[in-house]
Each structure stands twice: as C-alpha cells, then as structure tokens.
Nanobody
Framework: QVRLVESGGGSVQAGGSLRLSCAASGSIVSGSAMGWFRQAPGKEREFVAAISWSDSTRYADSVKGRFTISRPKNAKNTVNLQMNSLKPEDTAVYYC??????????????????WGQGTQVTVSS
C-alpha cells in the first residue's frame, strides 16, 4: 500500500509562483511513474505532468513552459511541481499520483493506482 501526502498549495496572484511537493510512503514498485493532476470545480480531473522512473518528463500543453516536475536525486518516493507564471485558469485542487504499471509517462487517470488527498491552488486575477 502506498500513501501520498501533498503540500505547498495556497493562494497567489496571477503571474506568481507556487511549489507543490508530494511524499509517498510505503513500497513503490521499481519502474513506477509519478504524476500531478488537477480538478477545477465542475470539471473532470486532468493531467498536468508526469515523471518516469528514469526522470523523463511529460507535460500537458496548457502548462508546458510554466510548470516543472522534478524529484530530488535518489528520492524515488518524492516529486515536486514548480508552478510559475500562474494564471487564474490554473485554479484547482492538485493531486499527486503513482502509476505502478501504467508505462513510463502515463497521462490518463486510469493509469494511476494511488492518489493523494489533494491540495488547493487558487490564482486570483
């Protein structure tokens, strides 16, 4: 069983930055990917970014060039999301997730089998 805990959400004005972190406890299978999703009120949960076991990355077009997913060296159970140039449309609950068998850079919610509780990000104009 894997438990994920997100931190770092909050409120910021448009153009500002936030950094989200996610720590996983429990046994993560070698080869697992970690990702970030978000869900705005009344909308479906959508893919934001993913990082593979070998630290390759993948981004949604809407955040490419503004967000960076990373993990500390030799820390496969931790993932960060640096969010710059934030826009009001980035407002959502952000979720961290682990995909044990979803391939190197999965982007579908169904590829992920462990999820955190989410952290709120609010961007005001």
């Amino acid at each position: 069983q894997v438990r994920l805990v997100e931190s770092g959400g909050g409120s910021v004005q448009a153009g500002g930055s936030l950094r989200l972190s996610c720590a996983a406890s429990g046994s993560i299978v070698s080869g697992s990917a970690m990702g970030w999703f978000r869900q705005a009120p009344g909308k479906e949960r959508e893919f934001v970014a993913a990082i593979s076991w070998s630290d390759s990355t993948r981004y949604a077009d809407s955040v490419k060039g503004r967000f960076t997913i990373s993990r500390p060296k030799n820390a496969k159970n931790t993932v960060n999301l640096q969010m710059n140039s934030l826009k009001p449309e980035d407002t959502a609950v952000y979720y961290c997730a682990v995909a044990q068998f979803g391939g190197p850079l999965p982007h579908r919610t169904s590829d992920y089998n462990y999820w955190g509780q989410g952290t709120q990000v609010t961007v005001s104009s």
